[in-house]
């Protein structure tokens, strides 16, 4: 997968460009990313009962790729700032239509110190997800309006100590909200989420805050601020701060943070560094690396990171 996913991108920016690249105004963008994960952890086990303490230890490697088609029906301009937040400084409206899928691989393994027999698993997982979503924004008055669903799809399959079994699953999400310009370059926006997953069906609530400013004369920022709390067992809250910079119109670079809090179990910190880099002007190169820090048992060990790239491409 990843040398078909290396080929696309070269094929998709090679073609791009032959167009036209003096244009500022622009309909459409599309966009392919490529990224590669590994998760590995080992927990010893403070319950000493043998002369040897159990020890539990887990692996798995991850890809996945996302593909992406956006429709900015009421046109998309990038004269007003920096070109990666065009969509947001020129209030355009939009349809975007995405598709991601993930193969993961994973192993595991525990002894105890011969208290126990030892337990081997494996397993293979296959996701596939479709998404919509609309952005609609009446630019005069400042207020817009947001709609997404997502159809997501899981293909399990695994052995436990030699026994092979397999798992279906899927579910479908939904989302609206509303927001509103409270000036040039700030927005505020409240939408409501449902998820649709046979027996369990969670709601989320999520207030988010978006600014981009100047500094000095030439360098610009943006600075994303977000809210979600769940109804789920233990009423998990979700908090994310997102901050770039702008040395230019055409660069990029940022870093992120979120914490989402379940209340029942351990919590997940995640830290992200991003950066783009717009080649040419309808040409955007991005990279991300991504590390998630969950809260850990005593005798614990997780380590879990992510890398992606991609480019995106507007005409």
Known sequence: MMRNSKSAVALLI??????????????????????????????VSAFNIAPIPGVTTSSSDS????????????????????????????????????????????????????IFPPVTASNDTTTNALSVELRQVWRDSGWYALAEIIRAELEAESTFNGVAASIELDTTAYSLGVGKYLGKATTLDLSVATLDAGSSNPTVIALTL???????????????????????????DSYMLRGALY?????????????????????????????????????????????????????????????????????
């Open 247 to 315: 040395p230019t119109a055409e660069l990029e670079f940022g870093l992120g943070f979120s914490r989402q809090e379940s209340g029942s179990i351990f919590d997940l910190d995640t830290i992200e560094a991003f950066a783009g880099w717009f080649v040419r002007d309808h040409i955007e190169l991005v990279a991300q690396y991504r590390q998630d820090n969950p809260d850990t048992a005593p005798g614990e060990d997780v380590d879990s990171n992510v890398f992606s790239v991609g480019a995106r491409v507007r005409f």
């Open 210 to 236: 978006s600014h981009v400013g100047s500094i000095g004369k030439d360098w610009q920022y943006g600075a994303d601020v977000a809210y979600a709390k769940s109804d789920t067992s233990g009423d998990g």
């Open 14 to 43: 090679g073609c791009s460009f032959a167009a036209n690249t003096a244009a500022e105004n622009y309909d459409y963008e599309v966009g392919l990313t490529y990224g590669k994960g590994q998760a590995d952890s080992t927990f």
């Open 63 to 114: 890809d996945y790729i996302d593909l992406t088609g956006a429709w900015y029906y009421s046109g998309l301009s990038d004269s007003n700032g920096p070109k990666s937040r065009a969509a947001f400084l020129s209030r355009a409206s939009s349809v975007v239509v995405g598709y991601s899928r993930g193969d993961e691989s994973g192993s595991f393994e525990s002894t105890s110190g011969g």
